[in-house]
């Protein structure tokens, strides 16, 4: 850690660390916890802070109150072909996100197109991340939030 210009600078693999400690705090487990601090870092070094750890206290907040259930597993409730649809129990939208990915770029591959919705989720982050995870496979991804 050093501070530059008044601002402290923490190496992300600290700050994840950091963050997954905090997370783990509010009853995540590591597995959880470890997925949802990458993410909130990984935005933070794409230059989304909005998106990045400064949104911690907001999670932790709506832990605490019950309106974001940790380590809570997504539902598929209909999956029809190219449409996958998963309820993610309000849990985190990180780990609701990257479940339906995964499902989609399966089925995507199988079938040649998916449509995936999730609905009842906390904040997913970056929405660019699940993209990426598409791209890397070399599909093409879009995505509409509310």
């Known amino acids: 850690m050093s501070t530059s210009g008044g601002r402290v600078l923490v ?19 590591s597995t959880e916890a470890a997925a949802v601090a990458s993410n909130l870092v990984a935005s933070n070094l794409c230059g989304h802070d909005s998106h990045g750890v400064g949104y911690l206290p907001e999670y932790l907040r709506t832990a605490v109150e ?8 997504p539902l598929v409730v209909l999956d029809a072909g190219p449409l996958v649809v ?9 780990v609701m996100a990257a ?18 919705s999730v609905r009842n989720s906390h904040h997913m982050g970056r929405i660019g991340a699940w993209a990426e995870m598409a791209t890397a496979e070399g599909l093409a991804s879009v995505h509409f939030t509310n």
């Open 11 to 29: 190496r992300p693999e600290r700050l994840r660390r950091l963050t997954a400690s905090l997370l783990e705090s509010a009853g995540s487990s």
């Open 66 to 73: 019950g309106r974001l259930v940790v380590n809570q597993t």
């Open 86 to 94: 998963v309820d993610g129990r309000r849990g985190y939208g990180q």
């Open 99 to 116: 479940f339906a990915m995964e499902r989609g770029i399966v089925r995507a591959k199988e079938i040649g197109a998916c449509v995936v």
